[in-house]
């Protein structure tokens, strides 16, 4: 079985620069989480899917981040303009919408650099 | 709000001995699910164990065991025979329902560094 894929691994961009990162989460799995991680820290979500529906995105900074899940499958997140406090790891993660015992399976991330 | 302590922010053990990770939480919450996940460098992360709170048992995978105290909240790794490959960041989280979905908690990682 597949495992969650990110793309791109690495992104090195100026500040006020867009940037795109893409997620394909495992085959089936209904739920997609997008997080920022910060060096040295745990993951923060940044937005929950369930679905194509954006469920959590509390944590989103809405004036420069977006996302999407268009049919439910793949995501994207889009940061306009990145700013130099950017600079962190984007992981994307999935788990099957069970109601009970969910574990999330993480993809390698994306790590930006803003320069 | 739930928060997750990882108070050990760097840990170092011999290849072959035993080491423990600690993890506590803060919760009102009576069911929800604990897990550790572990991140080697420049990989991604993967769980490692998981534990659901209403189970008194202790969780045990291989030679990774956890020691759940809830009344305490608290929720501690050992690593038993500590291999070179098990060097990495370990991240300890907390789940709870919310409505229909699940919300994750993480804190904020023990680095292990096994030595030969």
């Known amino acids: 079985e597949a495992g969650v894929v990110q793309s791109p691994r690495y992104k090195i961009i100026e500040k006020k620069q867009p940037v795109a990162f893409w997620c394909n989460p495992i085959?089936?799995?209904?739920?997609l989480y997008w997080y920022l991680q910060n060096l040295g820290q745990g993951p923060e979500l940044l937005i929950r899917?369930?679905?194509?529906?954006?469920?959590?995105d509390s944590q989103l900074p809405k004036d420069r981040f977006s996302a999407e899940r268009l049919k439910g499958v793949d995501s994207t997140l889009k940061i306009q303009p990145a700013e130099l406090g950017d600079s962190a790891v984007y992981l994307c993660?999935?788990?099957?919408?069970?109601?009970?015992?969910?574990?999330?399976?993480f993809g390698p991330g994306t790590r930006l650099t803003v320069l | 709000a739930q928060t997750v302590t990882q108070s050990q922010p760097e840990m170092s053990v011999q290849e072959a001995e035993t080491v423990t990770l600690s993890c506590t939480y803060d919760?009102?919450?009576?069911?929800?699910?604990l897990f550790w996940y572990k991140q080697p460098p420049s990989r991604q992360m993967i769980l490692v164990i998981r534990?659901?709170?209403?189970?008194?048992q202790n969780a045990t995978e291989n030679r990774f065991s956890v020691n759940f105290q809830k009344a305490a909240k608290s929720f501690s790794l050992k690593i038993s025979d500590s291999q070179l490959g098990d060097t990495a960041m370990y991240f300890c989280?907390?789940?709870?329902?919310?409505?229909?979905?699940?919300?994750?908690?993480f804190g904020s990682g023990t680095k292990l560094n096994v030595k030969p």
């Open positions: 989280a907390f789940m709870k329902h919310v409505g229909n979905f699940n919300k994750f908690y």
């Open positions: 919760t009102s919450e009576s069911n929800y699910y």
């Open positions: 085959s089936g799995h209904n739920t």
């Open positions: 993660a999935s788990s099957p919408n069970r109601v009970r015992t969910d574990t999330q399976y």
């Open positions: 534990q659901e709170a209403y189970k008194q």
């Open positions: 899917y369930e679905n194509e529906e954006a469920v959590d």
